[in-house]
């Protein structure tokens, strides 16, 4: 039996299979002392400290893709496994940056709150189609490919930067994909953000990048810019993106993430052609369910002595 902490939720039958596995669930704790596992989503953060003070702990279950909230070094260094859920999420993912693509080319939200605030700005809110503009992708992974397939349905030519992709899987995807990230901003009036949080992507969509950006589409419509962003925050610099908003270099921008969360004080939210969404890309029915089995699967697999499949930190292993 082993000593399971789950800090963030996890779906009800989830937690339920890890008991009936024998294993011992505590919902919530603070301290993770005399836990052999955690299983975290993005509010808990596993920092070097907090790793420090769970020595018992050998492993580390991150119910979703990204890993930013765990100091991996301290965690390989402990000899702790790092594991995620990468494919559970995906198609609610890939659903609400479509949702905000939709809504930023035809002023969903602007046109809402105008609505509420007992304005009828039917003259004023003149949108555009996603069909024959470009569609560039920072980073095209599992979440910006399934995107990309639905995009280019409607008829949007697909670019992309991602210098970890072999450049087959984009051809099969039908998506260009370029060496310079430059490129894909200086091409495209749509931009989708689906990369991880690192040292190179930090700030990567700022005032540069956004300049480069042309408003005009591949089908010569004066249809403006757009910047969404489903993945980590911290890849957008919100002060340039508002700055960008402001001079009206950027139409409009769309985040589910922040670099500070909760962002309850960001200057962003009050634009009027900024509309976000609070770190809900994986918040369906459908995807918690299928994170949480994959979960407590991979947890019950574990302490029966297999390796789980979508290890992180692989220099344990060795």
């Given at each position: ?179 310079d990230v430059n490129d894909v901003f200086r091409l495209c009036t749509h931009i ?127």
């Amino acid at each position: 039996m082993a000593r399971i902490a789950v800090t963030d939720g996890m779906a009800d039958d989830a937690v339920s299979m890890l008991i009936e596995a024998g294993h011992e669930v505590d919902m919530g704790p603070v301290q993770l002392d005399g836990f052999d596992a955690v299983v975290i989503r993005s509010a808990t953060k596993m920092t070097s400290q907090a790793i420090a003070a769970a020595p018992s702990l050998q492993l580390i279950g991150r119910a979703g893709v990204g890993v930013d909230n765990i100091d991996l070094n301290a965690a390989t260094n402990a000899g702790i496994l790092v594991c995620n859920t990468p494919g559970s999420s995906t198609q609610s993912v890939v659903e609400l940056a479509l949702g905000h693509l939709l809504a930023s080319a035809r002023h969903i939200a602007t046109a809402d709150r105008d609505l509420r605030s007992g304005n009828w700005t039917k003259k004023i809110l003149k949108g555009t189609e996603l069909s024959g503009k470009r569609l560039g992708f920072i980073g095209f992974g599992r979440i910006a490919q399934g995107v990309g397939k639905i995009a280019g349905a409607f008829g949007m030519e697909l670019h992309a930067f991602d210098p970890y992709l072999p450049s087959h899987i984009a051809e099969e995807q039908g998506c260009l994909l370029h060496e310079d990230v430059n490129d894909v901003f200086r091409l495209c009036t749509h931009i989708t953000i689906h990369c991880n949080l690192t040292d190179e992507t930090h700030h990567l969509v700022n005032s540069d990048t956004l300049a480069l950006m042309p408003g005009i589409g591949a089908d010569g419509t004066t249809c403006g810019n757009h910047l969404v962003s489903c993945a980590r925050g911290g890849i957008v610099n919100e002060q340039d993106a508002l700055e960008a908003l402001e001079n009206g270099q950027l139409t409009s921008c769309a985040l589910d993430v922040f670099e500070v969360e909760p962002a309850e004080d960001n200057p962003i939210l009050q634009h009027t052609n900024f509309h976000g969404t609070p770190h809900i890309g994986a918040a369906t029915v459908e995807a918690q369910n299928r994170i949480g089995f994959e979960m407590a699967e991979l947890i019950i697999g574990f302490f029966n002595g297999d390796t789980p499949q979508s290890v992180v930190n692989r220099e344990v292993l060795n």
